[in-house]
């Protein structure tokens, strides 16, 4: 008999598998945020490609809900790089979490396919990353505005802005890291 704190209990096992993929999607989802953080578009926090979206919308389908944790950790890890406001970042982390979870239960209900093999799974994946890349824009938007990072009379362009990279990083990451596989790269 196993105890339950030794590696070869396969719960053990199991839990630390997991943890080690939460902190792999955090750790792709902070480098990649600063990445993209490179060049801002508006301020601090908006740029045009935003792939850990991508990131995101892919863990998401991949591995399922349960990796929500691991998203917004490296979320509030890159907005804490940029100013360290824990309540900002965590807010706006929020919104960077509901947005990929929200875009693919679209998917699901949607009925679609990982593989992107019918016509239709492109056109769902557009409408799902612009539905639900709008949770994300207006979390972070008006997060922004709440905590005076920026002026209401930008929230438009903001929002738009913030939206547009959203939107295209999902559209350039996911169908890419839905399909690799390690088959596939041998």
């Not at 970042?89 to 990982?114: C, K, M, Q, Y």
Request: aromatic content about 10%.
């Amino acid at each position: 008999m196993h105890s339950l704190t030794s590696t070869e209990n396969p719960i053990y096992r199991d839990k630390s598998r997991f943890a080690a993929k939460l902190l792999l999607i955090a750790l792709a989802y902070f480098v990649s945020g600063r990445l993209g953080l490179v060049i801002p578009y508006v301020g601090t926090h908006i740029t045009l490609i935003w792939l850990p979206t991508g990131i995101a919308v892919a863990v998401l389908l991949r591995w399922g809900y349960g990796c929500w944790p691991g998203i917004f950790l490296g979320a509030a890890a890159t907005n804490f790089s940029i100013d360290a406001t824990p309540l900002l970042d965590s807010s706006i982390a929020l919104g960077n979490t509901l947005g990929p979870l929200f875009a693919v239960w679209l998917l699901r209900r949607l009925e679609f396919h990982n593989t992107v093999d019918r016509a239709r799974d492109i056109l769902f994946l557009g409408l799902a990353a612009a539905i639900g890349m709008l949770v994300s824009a207006s979390g972070g938007v008006s997060s922004l505005v709440m905590f005076g990072v920026l002026s209401m009379q930008d929230a438009g362009t903001a929002w738009l802005s913030w939206w547009a990279g959203d939107f295209v990083g999902v559209l350039l990451a996911t169908p890419l890291l839905i399909n690799i596989s390690r088959a596939g790269l041998a």
